[in-house]
């Protein structure tokens, strides 16, 4: 799962955290509707085709290393103003992927 947002101002201590990496893992449960595999060079791998998101989490330890979270510039100003806005936009930009 991949996925960007625009932080409201008042996120800004938990964007410093994750730059500095305090944070760095994340935690997220779904319930998956339609997926697939196949092998690749003696791996497994999965792809999500529908999925229902319940929870996405910054976390200092995920469970899992490959779930991990990052700060990058932007050069637009944030459009977020709450968490209800926030969460419409991941939802919104997971569906359209």
């Not at 964007?15 to 697939?36: H, L, T, Y």
């Not at 196949?38 to 989490?57: F, I, K, M, N």
């Not at 103003?81 to 936009?89: G, I, R």
């Amino acid at each position: 799962m991949r996925f960007s947002l625009d932080l409201p101002s008042w996120a800004n201590d938990i964007k410093e955290s994750v730059a500095r990496g305090d944070i760095s893992g994340m935690s997220f449960r779904f319930n998956n509707e339609k997926d697939s595999w196949e092998q690749r060079d003696g791996q497994s791998y999965r792809t999500l085709h529908d999925l229902t998101l319940h929870h996405v989490a910054l976390v200092v330890r995920g469970a899992y290393p490959q779930a991990y979270v990052e700060v990058r510039s932007h050069t637009e100003p944030p459009a977020m103003t709450n968490m209800n806005a926030v969460w419409a936009e991941l939802n919104y930009r997971l569906r359209k992927n």
